[in-house]
C-alpha cells in the first residue's frame, strides 16, 4: 500500500466513528442549551479533556516542534512557555467568570460585555470580532488538512483540494448533527487519539536515533540550547507571542462557553485546576515533540533537500512534509506507513477538536448575538434557532474553505495569518477582565474603552496586512504580522487605564493591575 493510500485509510477511519456518532445524537440534540451548551453538563474530567483538545494547537505544539525544535533550539520554548503562562492567566480568573456567568441568562460572552458595558454596540461588535476570528480559524485547520495529503510523486494532484473538503463536510455534518454534545464527548476519544499518535512519533524517532545509518543524519548543531542562535527573529516574535498568547484565552468565546457549560456542582477552583492541567499537559507534550521533531523532521531535510520547494503546499506546511517525508524514505517500509497513519490521525483529530468548536461558536454568535433574541424567546421555540444554526453551518464552512484554497493558491505565510487572526482576538481580552470586577457599575466605564477596543481590532489587522503583504521593508516583513497582538491588546487597555486614573486616579489605577494579574 502506497504512502498516499495509508493517508486516505487513516482519513476515512478518522472521520467515520464522528459522523455515526452525531447521526446517532441528531434526534437527542434538539434544545438549545444541547446544542451550544451541551445540557449544561460538563464534568471536571470532561471540561478538562474538551478544553485540552480544543486547545493542542497545530501551530502553537504539533506543527511547530516538527522543525522549531530542530532547527531554532531552546529559544522556541518561549512559545510554549507564553502559551502555559496564558492557561495559567485564565486559571486564576476562572472563578471570577463562573461566577459572573452563573448569574445571569443569557450565555454568551458577547451579551455579558453588552450587559456589562451597556453598549448594544459592543455586542454588535464583539460578535464581529468572534465571527471573523472563527471563520479565520477554521480556515487554517483546513490548510493543515490538505497539507497533510500532498503527494511527492505528484506534487500538483488533486488529493489536497479533495482532503479539504471532505474535512469540511464531515465537520458540517457532525457538528450541525451533534451540537456541543458531540463536541465535547467525542473530544474526550480525540485527545486520547491525539496523545498516543504523538507516543507512536516519539517512538519512532527513538528508533531512528537508534539506527546507527540514520544517526549520523541528525547534527549536533541541531540540538543546539543557545538563545541566540537564529537571532533574526526578534524582539517582535518574542512581544508578540506574549501578547497572542496570553491574553487570547480571556477573550475567547470557546473558553467562557465551555465554563458557562459546567454543572452547578463544578466549584471555580475545579476549573482552575482543569485549565492549569491542559497548560502542563501542552507542556509534556512539547518536549517530546522538540525530541521527535528533531530527530525525524532533520532526517527528512538531510535526505531529500530542497527538492520539494515547488509543492505549493510546501511554504505553508513544511514541517509536516518533512517529517511525511521522513516517513517514506525510512528505510523500513512498515514502520514509515505506521509514521504516516499516526502522523495523518493525530493531525485530523487535533485539527477536528478545534475546528468543530470555532465553527459551533461561529453558529451561536449570529444565531444569538447578531438575532439578539432573549433567552425566553429562544427558549419558546428552540428547535428554530437550533435548525437555524444547523442551515448556518453549512454557509460558515463554505466560506471557510473557500477562504483556505484562497490562501493556499496564494501560498500565503501561514503563521502571520495565524498573528493576524488570534491576534486580532485579543482585542477583547481587557474588556472581558475588566467586566468581571465586581465594583463596576454597567454603565461606569463609558464608551472609551469599547471604541479604542474597536480601533485596536482593525488596526491590528490592517497593520498585520499590510506588513505581511504590502510593506518592503524588511523589518515590518519580518516582524510586522507578530506585533498585531500587541496592537490589538494594549489599544483598549490604554482606555481601560483611562477610565480608572479618571475615576479612582493612581489607586485606581493599582487596583486595576492586581485585578488583571487575578490577586
Not at 482532503?163 to 465537520?171: K, N, Q, W
Request: hydrophobic share 50%; charged share 15%; with cysteine.
Amino acid at each position: 500500500m502506497t504512502a498516499q493510500s495509508f493517508k486516505w485509510f487513516a482519513m476515512v477511519f478518522g472521520v467515520l466513528p464522528f459522523l455515526v456518532y452525531a447521526f446517532s445524537l441528531r434526534s437527542k440534540v434538539r434544545t438549545v442549551d444541547s446544542y451550544y451548551l451541551a445540557s449544561k453538563d460538563l464534568s471536571k474530567r470532561g471540561l478538562f479533556s474538551t478544553l485540552a483538545a480544543t486547545w493542542l494547537l497545530l501551530g502553537n505544539v504539533v506543527v511547530a516542534a516538527m522543525i522549531l525544535g530542530g532547527f531554532y533550539g531552546v529559544l522556541n520554548w518561549w512559545m510554549i512557555i507564553t502559551w502555559v503562562l496564558g492557561f495559567y492567566f485564565i486559571s486564576r480568573h476562572a472563578t471570577a467568570i463562573k461566577s459572573a456567568l452563573d448569574r445571569r441568562e443569557k450565555t454568551t460572552l458577547h451579551s455579558y460585555l453588552s450587559e456589562r458595558f451597556n453598549s448594544v454596540y459592543l455586542r454588535k461588535f464583539a460578535a464581529t470580532v468572534t465571527f471573523f476570528v472563527s471563520i479565520g480559524i477554521i480556515s487554517l485547520e483546513l490548510i493543515i488538512g490538505m497539507a497533510l495529503f500532498v503527494s511527492f510523486s505528484e506534487p500538483d494532484n488533486f488529493a489536497p483540494l479533495l482532503a479539504g473538503v471532505v474535512l469540511a463536510v464531515t465537520i458540517t455534518l457532525y457538528c450541525s448533527m451533534g451540537g456541543l454534545t458531540a463536541v465535547v464527548r467525542s473530544d474526550k476519544f480525540q485527545l486520547g487519539g491525539i496523545i498516543i499518535s504523538l507516543g507512536v512519533i516519539a517512538g519512532i524517532a527513538v528508533l531512528i536515533l537508534m539506527d546507527p545509518s540514520k544517526r549520523d543524519l541528525v547534527p549536533a548543531s541541531s540540538y543546539d540550547l543557545s538563545w541566540s542562535n537564529h537571532a533574526s527573529i526578534g524582539w517582535p516574535y518574542y512581544v508578540g507571542l506574549l501578547f497572542l498568547q496570553v491574553p487570547l484565552l480571556t477573550g475567547d468565546f470557546g473558553t467562557w462557553q465551555r465554563i458557562k457549560a459546567c454543572k452547578t456542582e463544578v466549584p471555580g477552583p475545579e476549573i482552575r485546576k482543569a485549565f492549569k492541567g491542559v497548560g502542563l499537559l501542552n507542556l509534556f507534550l512539547w518536549a517530546i515533540l522538540v525530541f521527535a521533531g528533531v530527530a525525524v523532521a532533520t532526517i527528512g531535510l538531510e535526505e531529500v533537500g530542497q527538492s520539494l520547494s515547488s509543492s505549493q503546499f510546501y511554504s505553508s506546511a513544511e514541517p509536516l512534509i518533512d517529517l511525511l517525508v521522513a516517513a517514506k524514505i525510512y528505510t523500513s517500509e512498515t514502520i514509515g506507513n505506521i509514521l504516516i497513519f499516526s502522523i495523518v490521525i493525530g493531525m485530523l483529530w487535533a485539527l477536528m477538536s478545534s475546528a468543530d468548536s470555532y465553527l459551533l461558536i461561529a453558529q451561536q454568535t449570529w444565531t444569538t448575538d447578531v438575532f439578539d433574541k432573549s433567552s425566553a424567546e429562544i427558549q419558546s421555540n428552540p428547535n428554530e434557532s437550533v435548525d437555524r444554526g444547523r442551515k448556518l453551518s453549512s454557509v460558515i464552512m463554505l466560506i471557510s474553505l473557500l477562504v483556505a484554497l484562497a490562501a493556499v493558491c496564494r501560498e500565503a505565510p501561514l503563521v502571520s495569518l495565524v498573528f493576524i487572526i488570534f491576534g486580532s482576538q485579543t482585542a477583547l481580552a481587557p474588556l472581558a477582565l475588566y467586566a468581571i470586577r465586581d465594583d463596576i457599575e454597567p454603565s461606569s466605564s463609558g464608551s472609551v474603552p469599547i471604541v479604542m477596543a474597536f480601533l485596536g481590532f482593525v488596526g491590528g489587522i490592517l497593520f498585520g496586512v499590510w506588513a505581511t503583504f504590502i510593506s518592503n521593508d524588511s523589518f515590518y516583513i519580518n516582524n510586522g504580522a507578530y506585533l498585531t497582538p500587541l496592537i490589538a491588546f494594549v489599544t483598549p487597555m490604554l482606555g481601560l487605564v483611562f477610565v480608572d486614573l479618571k475615576r479612582n486616579g493612581l489607586k485606581g489605577l493599582g487596583t486595576l493591575i492586581r485585578h488583571f494579574v487575578g490577586t
